[in-house]
């Protein structure tokens, strides 16, 4: 059962334009989310991250917004570069026995076109 | 900021012999590694997390004697892969967290095994 889930493996987008990547969830206790972005053959990148606490986080180009209710959160990147072509994790964790594992989604692969 | 160094990149062997994965934290000190597997199109899978001085808390489905992970110092935590299989060929990520460092933790680039 996939705690994490990112429905769309793929999105693109024109240059300049918003990109928007959606992250559900289904465990309610998760109390951490986090985006990292992956290009091939190398380690995900930390991107951006939000608290339960919160409903908006923003860092300059990247704003994440969580909605709690829904289980929901999205990834919003304005204005949308080439360079942001990778595919983009959502994660979420739980606190409980000090590991903070990470339960990430399967990705979704965002090509920027010029 | 927190850099995490995995070594080698990219690893063929041949099925039967045992491949050793490094990962060390270069300016921080890594009280919890973890190791995650991906497999084509799919997501970062977790294999065990591991504490240093301590053994490893694996994953349900992930064999322990097959996947040896040693973290015997703050720094470095190992991953071996033994008596590696054609379908073990994929690539292993390792990350760090530091005391005090509630997420966001550090990557390392990976390992890219091929085992023909």
């Known amino acids: 059962d996939q705690q994490v889930k990112q429905n769309s493996p793929s999105l693109s987008v024109q240059e300049g334009r918003i990109s928007i990547l959606n992250c559900d969830y289904t465990?309610?206790?998760?109390?951490?989310f986090l985006w990292y972005k992956k290009y091939p053959a190398e380690g995900p990148t930390f991107l951006i991250s939000i608290s339960s606490i919160k409903d908006k986080n923003e860092d300059g180009r990247f704003t994440v917004f969580l909605n709690k209710s829904a289980k929901h959160l999205s990834l919003h990147i304005v204005p949308s570069q080439p360079g942001d072509s990778a595919v983009y994790f959502c994660a979420a964790s739980a606190p409980g026995a000090g590991s903070y594992q990470l339960t990430f989604g399967k990705g979704t692969k965002l090509s920027v076109i010029p | 900021g927190a850099v995490v160094s995995q070594h080698p990149s990219r690893v063929i062997c041949k099925s039967g012999t045992s491949v050793k994965i490094e990962c060390r934290s270069l300016d921080f000190q890594a009280t919890t590694m973890f190791w995650y597997r991906q497999f084509p199109k799919q997501s970062l899978m977790l294999m065990a997390t591991?504490?240093?001085?301590?053994?490893?808390?694996?994953e349900q489905g992930v064999e322990k004697d097959k996947f040896l992970i040693n973290h015997a110092s703050l720094t470095l935590s190992t991953l071996t892969v033994t008596s590696a299989h054609p379908e073990d060929s994929s690539f292993y990520i390792c990350s760090a967290r530091g005391a005090g460092q509630v997420a966001g933790y550090t990557f390392g680039s990976g390992t890219r095994l091929t085992v023909v």
């Open positions: 465990n309610s206790m998760f109390d951490y």
């Open positions: 591991s504490n240093e001085g301590s053994k490893a808390t694996y």
